[in-house]
């Protein structure tokens, strides 16, 4: 394979939304490319991209895959991005090291959730966009409506370069404004036949040359002056301007495809070798320490690091790009996260599983490489007399939690290594060990996501887990004051044993000062608070303990004794032995033995008080409640939001985006529990949804009822 230089590479990475055709896509590049001889097919599990055996089994990609095809000299590479909102954790690495996103839209379907998602993150890497419009050969396309949909999503800076003459089961013409010229394709796509637009299409074709041509000419002084002048421009000044807009997101040229039959593939990626920017067209990227790091061949090698997996057979392999200099076969680099060296022993440029060695790569190329130490995704290696720092990539917070378990304890190791291991392939997977819960947690972007980590389990490393329902941290608190008094006594055998507490306790309230007095029906209890000691608790709230003895009833030394009792019980509350919080305790009376009083006995003494108390109090248990943002297609927003309801969901707000709705509501986690799958089938896919701790609440008193029960079998059986 031959070297390219800098100037003769692509880097493109196509998303879109789930099924929109984007695998199929690339499967058509690689073949028009010549890289592949025959298109596999999605149905027939046979494509170049989605070749793991758990993407074939659900039918979706996964994992973003790394791809290459040559094409009028220049070469392409791309990288297949999974589209359901699940494996964004793909994505993201993905949109880093492309200079170009292809977004591909089923034309059925116009902005899907999944495209409004793309979009978002592409604009956050401020990746310029090309429109692919796919599945022009079915029957339900509305055309004018779909491109009135997509320019009020893009600030009407599509820039039309084609429309199809006929869509559904006729597409097989398209109207090219740039070139002025018609494609056709026989049934079998590929290379098509460029002949003159036909008669009755002329003033419409012209029209939109016209605005093409206006549209290039914004992105340039120069190009508008030429334009004014000569009242057109020609073909070349029009790429200039095209790629200008595109570099400023303020152009987005659409094309029309159909992925499946191979029709419209050829122009694309014409196209996007005589336009899309070459890596070195981008604003370079800049370390830390505001250095920047210039694309060119010349300079100093460095890699940055996008995706590691995990294969059978090989081990790992870590894709790079060349972010500057040239990289050859055998080079020692720097990882500046570990400052540890790499050696770079074989190169190699991928094509989903089949992988060529070459001997060099040159900046702003993609490529894999095998047996390294310690260098995983978003790590830069560089030149040994550099030490390049990049700020670290940014992944979305988890949505959806599973405990884990090994079937058999004995596994336990294997499957932490195995964890550790996917964690490093896809970060958007976090592993925790929740002591609270005594279970192994695992944090994902929704279910099929954490189905997908079961699914290695169960087919590539052959480990029995199970997933069980992950049990949710409450917290218990009191709702009025209570008093309560406790006498620990032992006199038989040896040393004996007494103390003596009489507390009272209150919720606590931020910022409220300790009260000097107590009523408890007629009895009123007045307090002399000596000092306040507040303690915040590391789950959260606070214990303030204040100290309220007279006359010396028991020693300043027993006080930290008592305290620690009453801590014993806050840590495992009476109700459901989850933390207790926000409590004030009065210690205000008590008594002492001459020889037998000691520390034990007034820990004893506190911790039985307290719980006492705490028991008589109003106890309630809080729970943890998030803050939830749904994204909703119109047309469902009845039925999720009937379904929120459901799960005592607290709606505070929704806004009208274009074709979706974002409903902002607040959740009990308890009732988020396999969310993620319960919108996807209320939407068919098309929603999403974002989610966040808010705070601890108290629970209604049903619920609580319930729980109470739950609890009390649990300590029975
Ligand atoms: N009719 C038709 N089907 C298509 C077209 N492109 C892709 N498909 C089919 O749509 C399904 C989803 O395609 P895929 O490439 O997996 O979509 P992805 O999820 O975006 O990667 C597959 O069954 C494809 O065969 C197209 O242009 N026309
Ligand atoms: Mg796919």
């Known amino acids: 394979m031959k070297t390219y230089k800098t100037c003769d590479i692509r880097n493109l990475t196509v998303i879109g939304g789930s099924g929109s055709g984007k695998t199929t896509l690339c499967e058509s590049m690689l073949f028009e490319g010549g890289v592949i001889n025959r298109r596999g097919s999605i149905n027939q599990e046979n494509t170049v991209s989605d070749h793991t055996t758990v993407e074939h089994e659900y039918r979706n990609s996964v994992f973003s895959s790394v791809l290459y095809t040559e094409y ?11 589209g359901m909102d699940d494996f964004v954790g793909n994505v993201i690495p993905a949109l880093r090291v492309a200079a170009t996103g292809i977004m591909v839209i089923n034309a059925t379907e116009g902005i899907e959730v999944g495209t409004e998602i793309a979009n978002r993150q592409a604009k956050n890497f401020n990746t310029p966009l090309i429109f692919a419009i796919n599945h022009l050969d079915k029957p339900e396309v509305h055309w004018d409506t779909l491109i009135t949909e997509l320019n009020s999503a893009q600030q009407n800076h599509i820039a039309l370069i084609q429309y199809p003459l006929e869509t559904g089961e006729n597409f097989h013409q398209v109207i090219d404004v740039l070139k002025m010229k018609m494609y056709q394709w026989g049934p079998d796509g590929g290379i098509p036949e460029a002949i003159d637009i036909p008669e009755e299409e002329l003033e419409r074709a012209n029209e939109l040359h016209n605005e093409l041509v206006e549209k290039a000419a914004e992105n340039d002084e120069a190009l508008m002056e030429l334009f004014f002048e000569k009242g057109s421009l020609s073909e070349d000044e029009m790429r200039e301007g095209i790629k200008k807009g595109m570099l400023s997101r303020e152009l987005y040229p659409l094309f029309c495809i159909c992925a499946e039959k191979d029709m419209g593939i050829r122009r694309l990626m014409e196209f996007i070798c005589n336009v899309a920017p070459s890596p070195n067209e981008l ?17 100093k090698t460095s890699l940055f690091f996008f995706k590691t997996s995990v294969e059978p057979h090989v081990g790992e392999i870590n894709y790079f790009k060349v972010n500057s200099g040239t990289l050859r076969e055998g080079d020692e680099l720097l990882n500046t996260t570990t400052e540890n060296k790499e050696k770079i022993s074989q190169i190699f440029v991928s094509a989903g599983k089949n992988r060529t060695r070459v001997t060099e790569l040159h900046a702003g190329d993609i490529g894999a490489t095998v047996k390294l130490k310690e260098t995983k995704t978003d790590h830069t290696l560089c030149d040994k007399s550099e030490n390049y720092k990049f700020r670290n990539l940014r992944f979305p917070k988890p949505r959806y939690t599973t405990a884990l378990r090994a079937v058999n304890e004995s596994d336990d190791e294997r499957v932490a290594e195995i964890l550790q291991r996917l964690s490093q392939e896809d970060p958007t997977w976090q592993i925790e060990y929740a002591k609270e819960l005594k ?13 997908t980590l079961k699914w290695y389990f169960d087919h590539i490393y052959k480990v029995d887990i199970t997933l069980e329902r992950p049990r949710i941290s409450y917290r218990e608190t009191i709702t009025k004051p209570a008093m309560a008094s406790h006498r620990h006594k032992k006199q038989s055998g040896g040393a004996g044993q007494f103390g003596e507490v009489h507390l009272i306790i209150e919720p606590y309230i931020e910022g409220q000062a300790p009260r000097n007095s107590f009523k408890f029906g007629e009895k009123e209890l007045k307090l002399n608070v000596r000092n306040t000691e507040e303690h915040e608790l590391k789950w959260g709230g606070k214990l303030v303990f204040c100290n309220c003895i007279v006359g010396g009833v028991i020693d300043a030394r027993f006080l930290p004794a008592i305290l620690k009792g009453i801590m014993e019980k806050m840590e495992e509350g009476p109700l459901t032995g989850s933390y207790a919080r926000d409590i004030i305790v009065y210690i205000y009376d008590g008594k002492m033995h001459p020889v037998d009083s000691n520390e034990i006995s007034f820990k004893i003494a506190g911790r039985t008080a307290f719980s006492q108390a705490f028991r008589e109090a109003a106890p309630k248990i809080l729970e943890p409640v998030y803050d939830i943002q749904v994204f909703v297609p119109g047309d469902r927003m009845g039925d999720v939001m009937s379904d929120l309801q459901g799960r005592r969901a607290m709606i505070l707000g929704m806004e009208s985006n274009g074709n979706y709705e974002v409903i902002k509501a607040q959740i009990p986690l308890k009732e988020t529990y396999k969310y993620s799958t319960a919108l996807s089938s209320l939407t068919n896919g098309r929603a999403m949804f974002n989610m966040e701790f808010s705070m601890y609440e108290k629970m209604q008193a049903d619920v609580q009822k319930k729980i109470l029960e739950e609890y009390q079998e649990l300590e029975m059986a």
């Open 72 to 82: 009028n000299d220049r070469k392409l590479n791309i990288i297949d991005a999974p």
């Open 283 to 299: 604003k370079p990227k800049e370390t830390i320490d505001g250095q920047k790091v210039i694309v060119d061949e010349n300079a």
């Open 439 to 451: 279970q192994l947690l695992v944090h994902g972007q929704g279910e099929y996501h954490i189905n």
